[in-house]
């Protein structure tokens, strides 16, 4: 199988089937899933909030990084379950976005910078 391909219908169902079992579908409104959303994020930034190595150093830490991967299980499943729930065909808002951003940044103008459109 092909490691960058994601079968999402099969994570969506898994994720409804598990919500179901447990009657927490009821709690599963945008506004608790977007501040679940938020709480695993930052989670996630907590791992590497002090970090001096920019978080090369976590990466390179097996115990660190284990972390990583369940934070970011944890971002990517309320994300499903969000847009599950707002029938949202996020491959093709994904791409859209990007081409959106392309045109707002261009490579003639920020190739090296960080700036914002606005300020270019």
């Given at each position: 199988?092909?490691?960058?391909?994601?079968?999402?219908?099969?994570?969506?169902?898994?994720?409804?089937?598990?919500?179901?079992?447990?009657?927490?579908?009821?709690?599963?409104?945008?506004?608790?899933?977007?501040?679940?959303?938020?709480?695993?994020?930052?989670?996630?930034?907590?791992?590497?909030?002090?970090?001096?190595?920019?978080?090369?150093?976590?990466?390179?830490?097996p115990?660190?990084?284990?972390?990583?991967?369940k934070?970011?299980?944890?971002?990517?499943?309320?994300?499903?379950k969000?847009?599950?729930?707002?029938?949202?065909?996020?491959?093709?808002?994904?791409?859209?976005?990007?081409?959106?951003?392309?045109?707002?940044?261009?490579?003639?103008?920020?190739?090296?910078?960080?700036?914002?459109?606005?300020?270019?």
């Amino acid at each position: 199988m092909d490691k960058d391909l994601i079968n999402l219908g099969v994570i969506k169902e898994k994720l409804r089937t598990f919500s179901e079992d447990r009657d927490w579908t009821q709690y599963h409104s945008p506004k608790n899933l977007v501040m679940a959303l938020s709480v695993e994020v930052s989670e996630l930034v907590e791992i590497f909030q002090w970090s001096n190595s920019g978080g090369l150093d976590e990466i390179n830490d097996p115990k660190q990084k284990e972390k990583i991967k369940k934070e970011l299980a944890d971002i990517f499943n309320y994300l499903v379950k969000l847009i599950d729930l707002l029938d949202v065909d996020i491959e093709t808002e994904a791409l859209q976005k990007i081409k959106e951003n392309a045109e707002k940044y261009p490579v003639e103008k920020v190739k090296g910078k960080s700036a914002k459109y606005t300020d270019l």
